[in-house]
């Protein structure tokens, strides 16, 4: 019983393994290279206003305007962080990377979310410094190169808005280009405040509200990333209700060692043992478990083990329960909880 049901799960997870592709638009084929050449139109864009902002902000001595280009640097280096990280994701899974190396992205998204949250630390600092001691500054230049830099990162952020953002490492370049733009708009109100009244601590004001939001983004980035580094199931699938759901179909007896978890974002996989009736079809309790998966919940990378259960596990007992473990259709160290139908009649 054990050796066929093995066959199942190994036979379903090599054709999902061709299929999955289909599933990860933002991977694969035209879209991806659709994400790529929006994300280099905005890295073209900021890079080459980038060295406009240096220039003019040592000229108008104002510190603001270099802070503001030290930003977009960390903006030009996400996005190129990302057309990296879309490129190795590209790549189809050979030798000892078997999943290929998607989590690349991952990896891309988790870069964003700390610089993001370093950068806060250090524009925080800087504000605070400049409340305590504000500089002179030509809030005329300031105010002109800022409402460019709006114009700017307005067109790179509608750019990155164009490629796909389920993808956390795209989301990861979109916050930091749009962290960027509030950076700006923050600057061109402190630079008005500043040409009609001269309260030069307006900018450093602005800056901190700035902050506030790249904390936000980065942090939700870091999580986001996090979560799927330590395989834990996606955001919006309970392991515990879809346990329920998959031993409540008909035939299904138990469903044990279910894992749920996510390769890359988007794209979500699930393995788990399942033990039928004696008397059940295991082949359409498997396709019926399939089409649950893929209709109710998107998933469609399965690796699903079923098996026939014994007479002993058809009898009421506890998950804990030595009769129970010591069933030959049971896993010996099973992970997770125990799901059970109720006892069946015969």
Not at 108 to 114: I, V
Not at 183 to 199: P, Q
Not at 261 to 290: F, K, N, Y
Request: glycine fraction near 10%; hydrophobic fraction near 45%; charged fraction near 15%.
């Amino acid at each position: 019983m054990s050796d066929h049901g093995h066959d199942h799960g190994s036979g379903h997870a090599q054709r999902h393994e061709h299929g999955s592709g289909s599933h990860g638009g933002h991977s694969h084929g035209v879209s991806a290279d659709a994400d790529r050449r929006w994300l280099a139109i905005a890295l073209t864009l900021i890079t080459a206003f980038m060295a406009v902002e240096v220039v003019v902000g040592v000229l108008a001595g104002s510190l603001a305007l270099i802070s503001d280009a030290a930003h977009m640097l960390t903006d030009a280096a996400s996005i190129v962080l990302s057309l990296i990280a879309m490129r190795l994701a590209a790549r189809p899974a050979r030798g000892g990377f078997t999943y290929g190396l998607k989590r690349a992205e991952i990896l891309s998204a988790q870069a964003n979310g700390l610089t993001l949250l370093l950068l806060g630390a250090w524009l925080a600092y800087e504000s605070v410094r400049r409340l305590v001691h504000p500089p002179a500054v030509e809030g005329g230049l300031m105010l002109v190169t800022a409402l460019v830099g709006i114009a700017v990162n307005v067109a790179a952020t509608w750019c990155i808005s164009q490629a796909n953002r389920s993808s956390l490492n795209v989301e990861g370049a979109y916050q930091h280009i749009l962290n960027d733009l509030f950076a700006f708009v923050g600057t061109a109100v402190a630079a008005l405040v500043i040409v009609l009244t001269g309260f030069t601590r307006a900018d450093p004001i602005a800056t901190l509200m700035v902050v506030a939001l790249m904390a936000k983004a980065g942090y939700g980035l870091l999580r986001e990333s996090g979560r799927i580094f330590l395989e834990a199931a996606p955001a919006n699938v309970d392991p515990d209700a879809l346990g329920d759901r998959l031993v409540a179909l008909p035939a299904v007896v138990e469903v044990h060692d279910l894992h749920v978890w996510q390769i890359t974002s988007g794209q979500a996989a699930l393995s788990a043992h399942v033990l039928v009736e004696p008397a059940g079809d295991c082949h359409a309790v498997r396709r019926d478990l399939e089409e649950l998966l893929r209709h109710g919940y998107g998933i469609t990378h399965t690796t699903l083990q079923v098996d026939h259960a014994s007479e002993q596990v058809l009898q009421v007992t506890l998950p804990g329960d030595r009769k129970l473990l010591d069933d030959p259709g049971h896993c010996e160290d099973a992970h997770g909880p125990v799901h059970r139908d109720e006892p069946h009649e015969h």
